[in-house]
Each structure stands twice: as structure tokens, then as C-alpha cells.
């Protein structure tokens, strides 16, 4: 089945370390997404990749990390400057960056501090 | 900046009866608006999308409606079920990028 994969499902992070959050696609979108979830808000948008090779900083990008450096992967890493860190972390893609296409989610990666 | 908002943060209704979620937005210049559901500890999965030149969208005993001018949309759920049970979220697109969402309502349906 075509779909999302996040991985791994919790992630503990300690002090003064980094942590790489994996998704991966195999639905052939374009444009592929990171979400933050905190209780109580709104998704935030930390960073989108619309093509290979290039991404751009979304509303939260301090402390955060991406590469696109194939088409069905958009590891995101968490550094230590992320003060934090604690949240639940989304994954999406679409199609394209064309306006009309909807997003698809993956089922999201709980990061907690040690 | 776009703002959504959506009333009442929670909501229990018990089954069968029909209901309405409610999603208001700031910035009336959107390109579509989602819907989406999130179970417990769960990704988003998507419902229904309406494109600005839309009115509603229908799925099963799912309706969306989108009235731009005034800013906001409702979701309609017909003769509720207890799996219907779940946070509902809409997100308006406001750009290529720019997804903006609510902080969702959760709906309990109790059997």
C-alpha cells in the first residue's frame, strides 16, 4: 500500500544530543512536509522541500535540521539547539506544490527529553 | 497572519445524532480548506478538501461546507457513530506552503 512511514514511533533524547526523525514516501509526491504538534496548538509548519535538493524553512525552522536528498526520503534532525523539544512530530507529502493538491500525513513520531 | 479557529474545543454527542463541527479563519484569500481526523496518538488522516471555488464537499455521511466571504467552514457528521469519536482539524491554505490549522475539536460519541 502506497503511504507515509515515520519512524521510530518515541524517541528520547538526551541533553546536548541529536536526534534524526526518518519519513519516507512511496506515493511519488513532490513535496513533502514537517509538522510539529504541541498540546493545546495548531500544527507549526518547521520546514517543506517542494523538489530534491532543495528545501526551505517553514515557521519554526531554529533548532531544526532537513535534507532531500532523494525523492521518497525527508529525514528531519532535531539538534541540540532545539531547547524544546518535546512534542509529537508530523510528516506529510503532497503531490506538488500546485495550491489544489491535499496533504497526506504519516502516523507521527513522539519525541520526549531524558 | 491567518488565524483558525475552531468552537468548541470539545464536544459529546450520543449516537445517532447528526452534528456540526465549526471552523472559522481570518484571511478569506484561501486556495482550499481541509478537513482531517486524528485519533489518539495518530498522524492526520484526510476527509475532505474544498477548493476556494467550491461550496461543499460530500464523503458518505461526511459534508463540508465553505462560505469564504464570512471566513468559515463547517463539517457535518449524519447519524454520528462511536467510531466516529476522534479530534477533527481543518487547515486553510493560504499558499503553495502555507497550511495553517486549528487546534481541532474533539468529538466524543457515546453509545
Known amino acids: 500500500d502506497g503511504g507515509i512511514t515515520q519512524s521510530p514511533k518515541y524517541l528520547f533524547r538526551k541533553e546536548g544530543q541529536n536526534v534524526t526523525l526518518s519519513c519516507e514516501q512511496n506515493?511519488?509526491?513532490?513535496?513533502m512536509y514537517w509538522y510539529r504538534q504541541d498540546p493545546g496548538q495548531g500544527l507549526r509548519l518547521i520546514y517543506y522541500?517542494?523538489?530534491?535538493?532543495?528545501?526551505q524553512k517553514g515557521d519554526i525552522a531554529e533548532g531544526y535540521s532537513v535534507s532531500r536528498e532523494k525523492k521518497e526520503s525527508f529525514p528531519l534532525t532535531v539538534t541540540s539547539a532545539q531547547k524544546n523539544p518535546t512534542a509529537f512530530y508530523l510528516c506529510?507529502?503532497?503531490?506538488?506544490?500546485?495550491?489544489?493538491?491535499?496533504?497526506?500525513f504519516g502516523d507521527g513520531t513522539r519525541l520526549s527529553i531524558l | 497572519k491567518q488565524e483558525v479557529t475552531q468552537i468548541p474545543a470539545a464536544l459529546s454527542v450520543p449516537e445517532g445524532e447528526n452534528l456540526v463541527l465549526n471552523c472559522s479563519f481570518t484571511d478569506s484569500a484561501i486556495y482550499n480548506l481541509q478537513w482531517f481526523r486524528q485519533d489518539p496518538g495518530k498522524g492526520l488522516t484526510s476527509l475532505l478538501l474544498?477548493?476556494?471555488?467550491?461550496r461543499e464537499q460530500t464523503s458518505g455521511r461526511l459534508n463540508a461546507s465553505l462560505d469564504k466571504s464570512s471566513g468559515r467552514s463547517t463539517l457535518y457528521i449524519a447519524a454520528s457513530q462511536p467510531g466516529d469519536s476522534a479530534t477533527y482539524l481543518c487547515a486553510a491554505r493560504t499558499g503553495a506552503n502555507n497550511l495553517f490549522f486549528g487546534t481541532g475539536t474533539r468529538l466524543t460519541v457515546i453509545p
Open positions: 474544498i477548493q476556494s471555488s467550491q
Open positions: 522541500s517542494q523538489i530534491v535538493n532543495d528545501f
Open positions: 506529510a507529502s503532497s503531490m506538488g506544490q500546485h495550491s489544489n493538491q491535499p496533504q497526506h
Open positions: 506515493l511519488n509526491h513532490d513535496a
